[in-house]
């Protein structure tokens, strides 16, 4: 499956965004879909995950409240809603696509499919 993230832009301090990861070749069906960040520095992040079966997310608990996931199965996407944005927020932000069992699914390694990555950037 391949995987297009966009949506990245620069924003203000309390602004929002909306990312949008895009599969092609294949269909999400049976995966997990993670959204991850990497700042400059910083190892890669886990910010929140869906597995397309049930739809019920899961988020890291630096962005809970604050930013959602959801996906639209008829065009075979996850959206990552982002709202209240902070400066520490700026990161690449990935999609990517796996199977990892639920203990794992805040894991990197545990995806095996990742799109290019879309940069956001939070002005202060």
């Known amino acids: 499956v391949q995987l297009q993230a966009s949506g990245g832009g620069l924003v203000q301090t309390e602004g929002s965004l909306r990312l949008s990861c895009a599969a092609s070749?294949?269909?999400?069906?049976?995966?997990?879909v993670g959204w991850f960040r990497q700042a400059p520095g910083k190892e890669r992040e886990f910010i929140a995950a869906?597995?397309?079966?049930?739809?019920?997310?899961y988020y890291a608990d630096v962005v809970k409240g604050r930013f959602t996931m959801s996906r639209d199965a008829a065009r075979n996407t996850v959206y990552l809603q982002m709202n209240s944005l902070r400066p520490e927020d700026t990161a690449v932000y990935y999609c990517?696509?796996?199977?990892?069992?639920?203990?794992?699914?805040?894991?990197?390694?545990?995806?095996?499919?990742w799109g290019q990555g879309t940069l956001v950037t939070v002005s202060s």
């Open positions: 990517a696509a796996g199977r990892p069992i639920t203990s794992y699914i805040r894991s990197p390694s545990m995806y095996g499919y």
């Open positions: 869906i597995k397309w079966a049930n739809s019920n997310p």
């Open positions: 070749g294949s269909t999400f069906s049976g995966y997990t």
